[in-house]
C-alpha cells in the first residue's frame, strides 16, 4: 500500500516537473501576440533607475561675481542664505569669503554701501537701490564694482536687467568701456569683464 502511494507521489511530482518546464518554454507562433499590459511582470514595466541623484540630494547654489586681476569671476554660493533676490544682493555686499580671498579673489565693492531695497518689475528689470556711499567708488573700480552688481543680479532667476539707484533716485554708472549710463543695465554691457572673455578692441 505504501508503495502504490509513493509510486503515485513519484508521478504526480514528475507531471508537475514537466509540465512547469513546458511553461517556460516558447513555443513557434505563425504570428505576433499581443501581450495585455497586466499580464506583464512589473519589473518590465518600471523605467529604469537614473544615476542621477534626487533633486532634494542635489547642492542648490546661487551665482555672485567677484573680482581677480580686473576680471569678473562668478562664484557659486549656497542658496540658504541666496534664496531671494536680496540675499544674493546682500551675499555679494559681505564680500569674499576667507577662503575665497585665500585664492586671490577680492571686491571692487567698498565695505560701506548698504542695500536699501531690492524690487523687481513685471518686465522682469531689478531695482537695486543702495545707499549713496556706492557713489564714492571712482575710475576703473566704479565700472568694475556696477558690473558686480549687475552681473549678480542679472544670474537670478527672473532677473533681465538692473537699474542701480542711490538712496532711491537712478544713478548715473558705467559701462564696461567708461560711458555713463542711467538706463537699466544687461549682461551683455560687462560681458568683456568676464575671466576669459576676448580682450575689448
Same mark, same amino acid.
Given at each position: 500500500?505504501?508503495v502504490?502511494i509513493?509510486r503515485?507521489?513519484?508521478?504526480?511530482? =514528475?507531471? $508537475? &516537473? $514537466?509540465?512547469?518546464?513546458? #511553461?517556460?518554454g $516558447?513555443?513557434?507562433q505563425?504570428?505576433?501576440? $499581443?501581450?495585455p499590459s497586466d &499580464?506583464v511582470? +512589473?519589473?518590465l514595466l518600471?523605467?529604469p533607475e537614473?544615476?542621477?541623484?534626487p533633486?532634494a &540630494?542635489?547642492?542648490l547654489t546661487? =551665482?555672485?561675481?567677484?573680482?581677480?586681476?580686473s576680471?569678473?569671476?562668478a562664484?557659486?554660493?549656497s542658496? =540658504?542664505?541666496?534664496a531671494t533676490?536680496?540675499? @544674493?544682493?546682500?551675499?555679494?555686499?559681505?564680500?569674499?569669503?576667507?577662503?575665497?580671498?585665500? =585664492?586671490?579673489?577680492?571686491t571692487?565693492?567698498?565695505? +560701506?554701501?548698504?542695500l536699501?531695497?531690492?524690487?523687481v518689475?513685471?518686465?522682469?528689470?531689478?531695482?537695486?537701490?543702495? %545707499?549713496? %556711499?556706492?557713489?564714492?567708488?571712482?575710475g576703473?573700480e566704479?565700472? @568694475?564694482a556696477?558690473?558686480?552688481?549687475?552681473m549678480?543680479a542679472? +544670474?537670478?532667476?527672473g532677473? %533681465? &536687467?538692473?537699474?542701480i539707484s542711490?538712496? #532711491?533716485?537712478?544713478a548715473?554708472?558705467? @559701462?564696461?568701456? #567708461?560711458?555713463?549710463?542711467?538706463?537699466?543695465?544687461?549682461?551683455s554691457?560687462?560681458a568683456?569683464? @568676464?575671466?576669459?572673455? %576676448?580682450?575689448r578692441?
Amino acid at each position: 500500500m505504501r508503495v502504490a502511494i509513493c509510486r503515485r507521489r513519484v508521478i504526480l511530482a =514528475t507531471v $508537475v &516537473a $514537466v509540465l512547469a518546464v513546458a #511553461g517556460c518554454g $516558447v513555443g513557434a507562433q505563425p504570428h505576433a501576440v $499581443v501581450i495585455p499590459s497586466d &499580464a506583464v511582470p +512589473s519589473l518590465l514595466l518600471a523605467p529604469p533607475e537614473s544615476s542621477s541623484p534626487p533633486p532634494a &540630494a542635489q547642492t542648490l547654489t546661487s =551665482t555672485i561675481y567677484l573680482v581677480n586681476d580686473s576680471q569678473l569671476v562668478a562664484v557659486h554660493r549656497s542658496r =540658504t542664505q541666496t534664496a531671494t533676490l536680496r540675499g @544674493l544682493i546682500d551675499s555679494l555686499l559681505k564680500g569674499p569669503t576667507d577662503a575665497e580671498a585665500s =585664492t586671490g579673489l577680492s571686491t571692487a565693492i567698498n565695505p +560701506s554701501p548698504t542695500l536699501n531695497d531690492v524690487t523687481v518689475d513685471q518686465n522682469a528689470i531689478a531695482t537695486v537701490d543702495l %545707499s549713496s %556711499s556706492f557713489g564714492d567708488i571712482r575710475g576703473s573700480e566704479q565700472v @568694475l564694482a556696477t558690473a558686480q552688481i549687475v552681473m549678480t543680479a542679472v +544670474s537670478f532667476p527672473g532677473v %533681465s &536687467a538692473v537699474q542701480i539707484s542711490l538712496d #532711491g533716485a537712478p544713478a548715473k554708472v558705467p @559701462l564696461a568701456d #567708461g560711458t555713463l549710463a542711467v538706463e537699466p543695465l544687461r549682461a551683455s554691457d560687462y560681458a568683456s569683464l @568676464l575671466a576669459g572673455a %576676448s580682450p575689448r578692441a
